[in-house]
C-alpha cells in the first residue's frame, strides 16, 4: 500500500512570490490534515478535512493560506505572497477516521529568501 | 483549546538504559495519546498510543501509561539502542469538538552505544 505523498520535497523560493504544495493520502482515508512544522518543534496543525469539508481551519493564515481539497482526495496548500517567516516544513497526513492514527508524508521543505 | 506540555526537551542515555518521557495535558475531553518517532530528515510514525479506557499499554521494548485523574501520559523505553535515537512527539486529542490533535515541542532521544 502506498503511504501518503506529497510534491515537492523542497521548494526554494523569494518573499513575496507564491507557492504551493500537493499532497495525496492513503486510498480511503477520509480525513486529511496539513501541518506546520519549524525545526526542533511539534507540528502544528493548520487545517483538517473530512472528506471535502474544511472541519478546522482556525489556525490557518487566511489572510495568505489558503486550501483545498476538491473531490475529498488530493488536497493542495498554497501560500500567497510567502514571507521570511513561512520556512518551514509542510507536513501533509492522513487517517481513516478523525480520532485514530496519522499517517504522515516525508513533508516539502519550504525556504523562503 | 488543549495545551500539552512535553519533557525534556533532550534526554541522553546509554545503550541498555531506560528512558522515560513525560507528557502533561490540559483538556479532559482528550481521550486519544498517540507518541510519534521522527528520525532526522524523515517523517512522524506512530509507535505506540493509549486511550483514555486503558491505563497502560505495552509493545515489545515500548510502553505507555495515562493518569486521566493528573492529566498526564508518559512513554517508557526499555533496553534502549542507538537506533531508538530519534525525536519522540507526544500528543492528546480532544474528543471536544472536531477531534483536532495538538502535539508536544518534542523530546530528542539520544542513545550513546
Known amino acids: 500500500e502506498a503511504g501518503v505523498v506529497q510534491s515537492p520535497r523542497y521548494k526554494i523560493i523569494e518573499k513575496k512570490q507564491p507557492v504551493a504544495f500537493w499532497c495525496n493520502p492513503i486510498s480511503g482515508h477520509n480525513t486529511l490534515y496539513w501541518y506546520l512544522q519549524n525545526l526542533g518543534q511539534g507540528p502544528e496543525l493548520l487545517i483538517r478535512y473530512e472528506n471535502e469539508e474544511a472541519v478546522d481551519d482556525s489556525q490557518l493564515p487566511k489572510d495568505r493560506f489558503s486550501a483545498e481539497r476538491l473531490k475529498g482526495v488530493d488536497s493542495t496548500l498554497k501560500i500567497q505572497p510567502a514571507e521570511l517567516g513561512d520556512s518551514a516544513v509542510y507536513l501533509c497526513?492522513?487517517?481513516?477516521?478523525?480520532?485514530?492514527?496519522?499517517?504522515f508524508g516525508p513533508g516539502t521543505r519550504l525556504t523562503v529568501l | 483549546g488543549e495545551n500539552v506540555e512535553q519533557h525534556p526537551s533532550t534526554l541522553s542515555v546509554q545503550e541498555g538504559d531506560s528512558a522515560v518521557i513525560k507528557c502533561t495535558y490540559s483538556?479532559?475531553?482528550?481521550?486519544?495519546f498517540p507518541w510519534y518517532k521522527q528520525e532526522l530528515g524523515k517523517r512522524p510514525q506512530l509507535i505506540i498510543d493509549i486511550r483514555s479506557n486503558v491505563g497502560e499499554k505495552k509493545d515489545q521494548r515500548i510502553a505507555v501509561t495515562l493518569n486521566k485523574t493528573a492529566k498526564h501520559f508518559s512513554l517508557h523505553i526499555t533496553e534502549t539502542q542507538p537506533e531508538d535515537s530519534a525525536v519522540y512527539f507526544c500528543a492528546a486529542t480532544s474528543s471536544r469538538g472536531s477531534y483536532i490533535p495538538t502535539f508536544g515541542r518534542g523530546t530528542s532521544l539520544i542513545v550513546h552505544p
Open positions: 497526513a492522513s487517517s481513516p477516521s478523525g480520532d485514530g492514527e496519522q499517517f
Open positions: 483538556d479532559s475531553a482528550s481521550n486519544y
